[in-house]
């Protein structure tokens, strides 16, 4: 079926489906969906000001040091937009199919297990799909979307350290 959608719409898609995906997560948790969508969009604005540039950062640094190459500018930008973004969204389905789990067993102990167990699936698959994407998007080999997605991830980490380093300075002045 992946194979069917052309790649200029696969990464528009997928940045639609993430989008849809933490709006309707929002509104199932909170119960109120009219405070649900302005919390979700705000989660959404600083989700795309903030991963969507250091992802992009990542990959400047990525072109620079590890001689990687994206193609031309706007399909990369949207490419690389949707890899930021689709990961985590798959690491939080399963964070979050971890709890409805874990609250539906009937069980209150056994939740932390649960989320646990839900974040260590979740970001191993989050992983698979980076991986995947890097691959299928910019036609890449293993050996060297294994060290562009090292590379791209540690960057990441860093900068967005970075950037809530600074937000929380902001805020808790």
Known sequence: MIQNIPVPYFPLTLIVCTAAFNLL???????????????????????????IPVMLIACLLAVKFLDAAFGPLWPAMMKL??????????????????????????????????????????WALSLLLYFWLFMYFFELEFGEVYRLVIFVWLVRLFFTWLVMAAVFSYYMR
Do not use: Q, W
């Open 25 to 51: 997560s929002e509104t199932y948790l909170t119960h109120n969906a009219r405070s649900s969508m302005v919390h979700a969009s705000k989660l959404m604005v600083v989700n795309l000001a903030v991963e």
């Open 81 to 122: 937009s949707a890899i930021a973004l689709a990961p985590d969204a798959v690491s939080d389905m399963i964070v979050l199919v971890a709890f409805l789990i874990g609250r539906a067993s009937g069980n209150p102990h056994d939740l932390p297990a649960d989320l646990l167990i839900g974040k260590i699936v979740g």
